[in-house]
């Protein structure tokens, strides 16, 4: 007996390949109906028995392309209408305001690869893709994904290319960005000198010349410029941080194969499986062997990647480099550049060579950055190749935009049951950084035809995000709600896993606006998703300067001293000769006085004034230097901790005691941080401990940027697991302040329920 089947499938199923997919399916079972796509997902209907519908859905299910993701699929029956001749696939029709996921970048495909060798029309063609790979989220103007709403709508297709497009068997079938040598986008180089060529086997050896002779190249990538020189070239690395205004941070570095990157870093299974995932991730791992001198001074992780893109490849080859590294190209804090005008007359006369492409970029994606703490993959930047993936929901979010944090800045918007996180953005006190922000809200405005109802932002009076909730409540009239920073935090958590129940709640981060005016950020709460109560936290110190002291760890240093010891304070002889006493004199009158010095619980100044004392690090260059290096110079295998007391778990004093009488008995620096790490975990499960039974709950949330520390979190996670409390950490989404959004929005989604 012959039904009509009605099946609606959402999830990623657009721009994945997914109705060829279908069509073939159905084809291949000699089934009649047609397949379409909606806005709010994909349509397929069938003439067919119930087992035939059976083995169709299962189908569906187990056959799908690697990158589509399935969330629901429904299915009606209906007596047969009118019999259909075939299964075709019928035109995009638009149903109403759902819309249906975009994909995320997809990293060139391993078919592709080869077409690039044996398909006529598209030999060492670099902007080749197919429905299986490609860009997709940063060639993205508007719904729904055909070629009309991307970047790619200027090109024309080719004959060749057109046939491939209607053909349903072609794996290029529908593939939006389609192109190849005859008619899609190409590379233009431009000198100094003014030479200018589009030809690109002569763009690549200039390259790859360039390179070898540690010059630095600036080349147009996915989501934005990036800078490019060979990382075993110590001049060229300098060079590229002169050009970049980054003196030290870490730059990532880009492996042509795994073998290679294997060559100099240490890479577990599942690291080898995230770095090579279609997502293509900066991964970050443990270096075994020296690349260059200037990639990561002071640190023993490399972020690692592979290439993705197919002049990635061709780049290696010609080279014949071993190594590269790829950093986004833009000056100091700004965001990366992708359009081509603004990065020429930026870069071509800092660089060696200057490469753009004539495919715009709709959205500026930077690389994601991943790492794996406990057995799990943790993203510390999400953007190419996760952004727009959502997050599902049980329950109704439509309508709610967070404005997320300020330093870390990301936005999120509800849609029907899911928060759509915006890519990294950046810190917003930087003024491109604050227009991105905006340019990037009012994209995803219209690319997810979303109105703001309801708003809610970061308590923090001064945040740039706060500020522009505060006049979006004005100019929509309408409600607009603030969440503590840290609740945010551990409502993050919570909303990736699910959780409704009490927790307790570890916050650990830099900085967060309190309750009572103070800045905390070594909080344990009892929370759940609407209310939250700080149950324990960090014992109060100044913060000399306030914002300035963030800078400054050696005031921290001070600081603490001060507070523990008062006059007695006694500083070891070395953190004396680098600072000067009188310097040191100074903060300490400034804290005597209480001027600008606001009272704190972070964490993140904890690691400061322990990175100072131990001559680690006085001053950030850039964001949580010192307390990356204290992580990073840390010894393994060193098990003892400084006393903990007991009553009063997150006491200092001990700790202080420790590691100041350690330092002058000459013990190692880094067997000191280690203990550090140690005794701080100890101190963490102590406090968790006695809440679990004082509070009866049996759920603990990890959350902020401090468990992006792998030693400090692998300790705590280890003694949880074995004491059988579970604990939750975010994997998805980053733990840091870009997390705040996805947080805020979750609380809100509550209170507009109720
Ligand atoms: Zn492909
Ligand atoms: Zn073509
Ligand atoms: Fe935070």
New binding site residues.
């Given amino acids: 007996m012959i039904s009509q089947y009605n099946i609606h499938i959402k999830g990623l199923v657009q721009g994945v390949g997914f109705r060829p997919f279908v069509y073939r399916l159905a084809t291949d079972m000699h089934l009649h109906g047609y397949v379409d796509n909606r806005n709010d997902g994909v349509f397929v209907m069938i003439q067919a028995t119930p087992s035939q519908k059976d083995d169709f859905v299962k189908g569906l299910t187990t056959h799908k392309p690697d990158v589509a993701e399935i969330e629901t699929v429904t299915v009606l029956e209906k007596p047969v209408s009118k019999p259909l001749p075939d299964f075709f696939i019928a035109p995009s029709r638009e149903v109403d305001n759902h819309i249906t996921r975009i994909s995320p970048d997809i990293a060139?495909?391993d078919?592709?690869l080869q077409d690039l060798i044996s398909q006529p029309h598209r030999i060492r063609y670099p902007f080749i893709?197919?429905t299986?790979?490609?860009p997709r989220f940063s060639i993205i103007n508007a719904l729904p994904y055909d070629r009309p709403g991307t970047t790619m709508s200027v090109f024309r297709m080719c004959p060749e290319c057109e046939a491939e497009y209607t053909d349903v068997r072609d794996r290029r079938f529908h593939a939006q960005p389609i192109a190849c040598n005859h008619c899609g986008p190409h590379y233009h180089l431009f000198m100094k000198n003014g030479y200018e060529t589009v030809d690109y086997e002569e763009i690549l050896s200039r390259m790859a010349a360039v390179l070898r002779q540690g010059g630095v190249v600036a080349l147009k990538g996915l989501g934005g410029f990036n800078l490019i020189c060979n990382a075993e070239n110590e001049k060229a690395i300098c060079r590229l941080r002169e050009i970049k205004k980054r003196y030290k941070k870490p730059f990532a570095v880009m492996f042509p194969d795994v073998p290679t990157l294997s060559h100099y870093l240490n890479i577990l299974p599942l690291e080898k499986e995230i770095v090579s995932s279609w997502r293509r991730p900066i991964v970050l791992l443990e270096e075994k062997q020296k690349i260059g001198t200037g990639i990561n001074d002071g640190y023993k992780t490399v972020g690692a990647m592979l290439p993705y893109l197919p002049v990635h490849y061709h780049l290696f080859a010609s080279s014949e480099l071993k190594a590269l590294v790829m950093t986004s190209g833009n000056r100091g804090d700004n965001p990366i550049l992708t359009d081509n005008d603004a990065a020429l007359s930026d870069l071509l006369r800092e660089v060696d060579l200057f490469v753009e492409h004539n495919r715009d970029i709709s959205n500026r994606v930077d690389d994601s950055i991943v790492q794996v703490v406990g057995e799990q993959p943790r993203i510390i930047r999400r953007s190419r190749g996760f952004t727009p993936e959502p997050l599902s929901l049980k329950f109704d979010t439509e309508g709610i935009l967070a404005l997320g944090a300020e330093r870390v800045s990301m936005f999120a918007l509800g849609k029907d049951k899911e928060i759509i996180l915006s890519q990294y953005i950046g810190d917003l006190k930087n003024r491109e950084t604050y227009l991105f922000y905006r340019e990037a809200l009012d994209k995803f405005c219209l690319l997810f035809r979303f109105t703001p109802r309801y708003l809610v932002c970061d308590a923090h009076p001064d945040y740039f995000s706060t500020q522009l909730a505060l006049q979006l409540a004005q100019r929509f009239q309408i409600p607009l709600l603030r969440v503590q920073h840290h609740h945010a935090h551990a409502a993050a958590v919570m909303a990736e896993y699910g959780l409704t129940e009490d927790v307790i709640a570890v916050c650990l981060d830099g900085t967060g606006y309190g309750d009572d005016g103070c800045i905390w950020g070594g909080e344990i709460f009892r929370c759940n998703q609407s209310e939250y109560r700080r149950i324990a936290h960090l014992p109060y110190v100044p913060l000399p300067g306030g914002d300035a002291a963030a800078k400054s760890p050696w005031r921290m240093a001070v600081s603490y001293l001060k507070s523990i010891y008062g006059s007695k304070a006694d500083y070891p002889e070395t953190f004396i000769e680098r600072l000067g006493e009188s310097h040191i004199r100074q903060i300490e009158m400034l804290i005597e006085k209480g001027v600008n010095t606001p009272l704190t619980s972070s964490t993140g100044r904890l690691f400061d004034a322990v990175a100072s004392l131990l001559g680690i690090c006085d001053e950030n260059t850039y964001q949580a230097e010192a307390v990356a290096l204290l992580e990073q110079i840390a010894e393994n295998g060193i098990s003892r901790c400084y006393p903990i007391n007991s009553d009063n778990p997150l006491d200092l004093r001990s700790l202080f005691d420790g590691i100041l009488k350690d330092y002058r008995l000459s013990v190692p620096v880094s067997e000191i941080a280690s203990v550090f790490h140690n005794t701080l975990s100890a101190m963490l499960l102590n406090i968790i401990i006695q809440k679990v039974k004082t509070e009866r709950l049996t759920t603990v949330v990890l959350s902020g940027g401090v468990f992006q520390n792998k030693r400090l979190t692998n300790l705590l996670i280890k003694q949880l697991a074995n004491r059988k409390i579970s604990y939750y950490l975010s994997s998805r989404i980053p733990c840091n302040d870009g997390a705040i959004a996805v947080g805020q929005l979750y609380i809100a989604a509550l209170k507009k329920r109720g």
């Fill in positions: 060139v495909c078919e592709c893709n197919c299986h790979c490609g």
